[in-house]
C-alpha cells in the first residue's frame, strides 16, 4: 500500500534551517508530480511547493519563495524540502502528497495520499 513518512520537523530558531524528507513506497515514485503542504494552528492548509515527475518543473508558495527549495530523489524514492531563512510564520505542520499526475498545477491540490505530517516551530 501507499506510504508517505515525513521526518525532519523540530524546533528552530528565526533564521535558522531545517529539511523535511519524505519516504515514499508502494508505488513508483519516479512517476508521479509530488507536493509539500502545510498547515498552521487554526489555519487552513496551505500549498507550499510541488515538483514533477523528473523534477525538472518546481513551483512556490509566494510565502516560501526564494527560502524553501523542493528537490526529489527518485532512486530513494524521497522527496525534500530545505528551508532556509524560517519565520515564526513558517510554524505549522508539515505534509508531503502523492500527485494522482505527473504534472502539477501551483496551487492545487490534485494528489491521493497524504503523509501523517511532521511539525515545525520556529520560535526563539
Known amino acids: 500500500q501507499v506510504q508517505l513518512v515525513e521526518s525532519g520537523g523540530g524546533l528552530v530558531q528565526p533564521g535558522g534551517s531545517l529539511r523535511l524528507s519524505c519516504a515514499a513506497s508502494g508505488f513508483t515514485f519516479s512517476t508521479y508530480a509530488m507536493t509539500w503542504a502545510r498547515q498552521a494552528p487554526g489555519k487552513e492548509l496551505e500549498w507550499v511547493s510541488s515538483?514533477?515527475?523528473?523534477?525538472?518543473?518546481?513551483a512556490y508558495a509566494d510565502s516560501v519563495k526564494g527560502r524553501f527549495t523542493i528537490s526529489r530523489d527518485d532512486a530513494k524514492a524521497t522527496l525534500y524540502l530545505q528551508m532556509n531563512s524560517l519565520k515564526p510564520d513558517d510554524t505549522a505542520i508539515y505534509y508531503c502528497?502523492?500527485?494522482?499526475?505527473?504534472?502539477?498545477?501551483?496551487?492545487?491540490?490534485?494528489?491521493?495520499?497524504w503523509g501523517q505530517g511532521t511539525q515545525v516551530t520556529v520560535s526563539s
Open positions: 515538483i514533477n515527475s523528473g523534477g525538472g518543473r518546481t
Open positions: 502528497a502523492k500527485s494522482v499526475l505527473d504534472t502539477f498545477y501551483p496551487g492545487n491540490f490534485d494528489n491521493d495520499y
